[in-house]
């Protein structure tokens, strides 16, 4: 289905990243990686996908916080590959305090990479998209996209910024073969997640299962997490041509959360 795209995806070097990364490769994308991590995992990550389905696989290690790594990595993209068709910008932190409470420095990171990397990524891959006149954006945007919890200030900001900069670059492609859209997940668990889990566990003086337990049931009414598997197929239906006419706006993945 996606033989011969090529397909960048931010914050691919684990969790929800690495699932959609696979999931296009698995429909014959070639895919660039981008994320941090061990340099031998990543290697081994990147062989792999070559391997387990046949495509091309690069990784680029930019730093999404800055704006001329981030221009480095699209270079690079264009130099391997030719040109972006299909855009994934992931990459994202959290970090949480009480509003009063909140390191601006903190504040200043989760924007830059959650929110600034989308627009500068974004901006540097829709002149060559244009140029094919087909691309796909998808933004991983959150839950917390569209409702706030406490604590959460700068991601949840962050979040609604992707979520309104999605609608505006659909806007603007919307009379071409450009998709832009953004993907919502509630909990997933994931090293974001894990360290939010284990915070509750200390908190609570609970185990690491039953935090977990709370946790989703909190949020989700079907009281169970997201796979990273299902954001991964979300994203490549959002590469399908049955989603050529789905622009500008977000899929829920939440077990019902923001149904509430
Ligand atoms: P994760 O920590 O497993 O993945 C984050 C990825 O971003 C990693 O590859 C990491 O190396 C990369 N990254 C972090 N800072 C970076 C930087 N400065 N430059 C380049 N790469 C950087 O977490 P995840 O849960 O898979 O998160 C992926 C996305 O999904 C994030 O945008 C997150 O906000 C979003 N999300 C996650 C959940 C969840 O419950 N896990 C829910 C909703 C949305």
Known sequence: MLTGKRALVTGSTSGIGLAMARALAGAGADVMLNGFGDADAIEATRSALETDYGVTAHYNGADLSKPDQIEAMMQDA???????????????????????DFPPEKWDAVIAINLSSVFHTTRLAVPYMRKQNWGRIINTASAHGLVASVQKAAYVAAKHGVIGLTKVTALETAETGITANAICPGWVRTELVERQIEARAKEGGISIEEAATNLVSDKHPSKQFVTPEQIGQTALFLCSDAASQMTGTHMSVDGGWTAQ
């Open 78 to 100: 264009d130099a391997k590959f030719g040109g972006v068709d299909i855009l994934i910008n992931n990459a994202g932190i959290q970090y949480t305090a009480n509003v009063e």
